[in-house]
C-alpha cells in the first residue's frame, strides 16, 4: 500500500514538472518570437497626417498662426496654392501696369496716339506672359535649390519643397497689392505731347525725379520686409517638411541669401 500512494505521488510529480516545463517553453518560444522590448504600433505610427485646413484657411493661417499653417502645408502638400499665388501676382502686376499707363495723357495727332497705345498694349501683353512664365521658373528652380540646400539628411520630396517655396511667397503677393494701391492714389498724372518727341522726353525725365521718392520709402522698405517674411515662412515650411532635420535658422538663412539676390536684382531694375 505504502509503495502504491509512493508510486502515485512520483508520477503526480512528474507530470506537474512536465506541464511548467512545457509552459516555460511556450513563454520562452513567444519571448523570441515579440522580443523581450517588442511595442505594438501606437496610433500615431500607423495613421497618415491628414490635412487641416482648406486653401483659403491657408492662406489666412499663414497670416495670423504662420507656425500652424506651415506645419500644415509641409506635411500635406499642394501645388495648386502656390500655382495660385503665382497667378495672382501676376494679375495684380497687369493691374498695376495698366493703372499706371492710365496716368499717362497723350496730346498731340490722333493717328500717333492710336499708334503708340496699340504698341504699347502688345509690350505690356507680351511683358505680362513673359513674367508669368518667368515666375512660375524662379518657384521651381528656388525650390529645387531649397530642397537640396536644406535636406540635412532628411530625404524629403520635392513636393514638400515646392509647396513650403511656393505658400512663402504671400508677402509678395501681399505687397503687390499694396503697390496697386499706390499706383492708383500716389502717381500724379503726366501729360505727354507725342507730337514733341524731345519735350515728351523731357517730361518723362521730370516725371521720374519727381517719382524717386516712391524708390526709397515705398519700394525699399517694403522689399526687404518682404525678403524676411518669405524666410521666416520658409525656414517655418523647411523645419517641419524635413522632420526637423533642417533647423529654422539654417532654412531661413539659405531663404533671406537667396531672396536677397531677387531682392538686389529687383531694385536694380526698378532704378
Known amino acids: 500500500m505504502k509503495d502504491k500512494s509512493a508510486f502515485l505521488i512520483h508520477g503526480y510529480r512528474v507530470l506537474t514538472n512536465n506541464q ?11 519571448t523570441s518570437q515579440t522580443g523581450p522590448e517588442a511595442v505594438p504600433p501606437t496610433d500615431t505610427q ?22 500652424e499653417a506651415m506645419r500644415d502645408i509641409a506635411l500635406a502638400p499642394d501645388y495648386i496654392g502656390p500655382t495660385l499665388i503665382t497667378v495672382l501676382e501676376v494679375i495684380v502686376a497687369a493691374i498695376a501696369i495698366w493703372g499706371t499707363m492710365q496716368k499717362f495723357n497723350l496730346i498731340g495727332s490722333s493717328q500717333y496716339i492710336s ?7 502688345a509690350i505690356i501683353a507680351v511683358a505680362v506672359v513673359i513674367s508669368g512664365f518667368i515666375m512660375i521658373a524662379r518657384w521651381l528652380i528656388k525650390s529645387l535649390i531649397i530642397k537640396h540646400a ?30 496697386l494701391v499706390v499706383v492708383f492714389y500716389a502717381i500724379p498724372q503726366l501729360t ?45 515650411g523647411t523645419r517641419f517638411g524635413t522632420k526637423e532635420h533642417c533647423s529654422l535658422n539654417k532654412a531661413f538663412v539659405i531663404f533671406f541669401a537667396l531672396g536677397l539676390i531677387g531682392f538686389l536684382f529687383g531694385f536694380v531694375y526698378r532704378a
Request: net charge positive; aromatic share 14%; charged share 15%.
Open 20 to 30: 511548467d516545463h512545457r509552459s516555460k517553453e511556450n513563454q520562452s518560444s513567444r
Open 115 to 121: 499708334t503708340v497705345w496699340g504698341f504699347v498694349s
Open 46 to 67: 500607423a495613421v497618415p497626417y491628414e490635412r487641416r485646413f482648406s486653401l483659403p484657411l491657408r492662406f489666412w493661417k499663414l497670416l495670423i498662426s504662420p507656425s
Open 150 to 179: 536644406c535636406d540635412s539628411g532628411s530625404g524629403w520630396a520635392f513636393k514638400t519643397a515646392a509647396a513650403v517655396t511656393g505658400y512663402a511667397y504671400l508677402p509678395d503677393l501681399i505687397f503687390t497689392i499694396i503697390g
Open 192 to 236: 505727354l505731347d507725342i507730337s514733341n518727341i524731345e519735350a515728351a522726353r523731357q517730361s518723362l525725365a521730370s516725371f521720374s525725379a519727381q517719382l524717386s521718392w516712391l524708390k526709397w520709402l515705398y519700394t525699399l522698405p517694403l522689399m526687404l520686409i518682404s525678403v524676411l517674411w518669405k524666410s521666416y515662412l520658409g525656414g517655418l
